[in-house]
C-alpha cells in the first residue's frame, strides 16, 4: 500500500498563500490521478482538487480561481497552491490517489494523515 504524506501546513492571515505538498512513496506515482481533500471536525471530508497524470485538472467550486493543484512526477509529488485563502478554508488537507478515465475521476481514500491549514481571521 502506498503511503502518502503531507506538509505545508500552517497559520495564515486571511489573504495569504500556502503551498502544501504531498508525498507518495512508491513506484507508479505518474500513472496515477491524485486529489486533495479537506476535512473540519463534524463535518464531511470535502473534495477539494484532482489532477490527472496528464495536465487535466479540476476544482471544487468553493476554491476555483483561489488554488492551483500541480504535480512533479519526478519527486512523486503533489502540490496544492493556496492564494486568497479564506478562514472558511481553515481545515487539514490530505491527499490521495485514484485514477481518471473517460473524463472522470474516481478517488475512495485512504487519505495521508494530513496538514493543518488554519486561516486567522
Known amino acids: 500500500q502506498v503511503q502518502l504524506v503531507e506538509s505545508g501546513g500552517g497559520l495564515v492571515q486571511p489573504g495569504g498563500s500556502l503551498r502544501l505538498s504531498c508525498v507518495v512513496s512508491g513506484s507508479g506515482f505518474s500513472t496515477n490521478a491524485m486529489a486533495w481533500y479537506r476535512r473540519t471536525p463534524g463535518n464531511q471530508r470535502e473534495w477539494v482538487a484532482a489532477i490527472a497524470s496528464g495536465s487535466n485538472t479540476n476544482y471544487a467550486d468553493s476554491v476555483k480561481g483561489r488554488f492551483t493543484i500541480s504535480r512533479d512526477n519526478a519527486k512523486n509529488t503533489v502540490y496544492l497552491q493556496m492564494d486568497s485563502l479564506k478562514p472558511e478554508d481553515t481545515a487539514v488537507y490530505s491527499c490521495?490517489?485514484?485514477?481518471?478515465?473517460?473524463?472522470?475521476?474516481?478517488?475512495?481514500?485512504?487519505w495521508g494523515q494530513g496538514t493543518q491549514v488554519t486561516v486567522s481571521s
Open positions: 490521495t490517489a485514484g485514477s481518471y478515465r473517460d473524463g472522470t475521476y474516481s478517488f475512495r481514500g485512504p
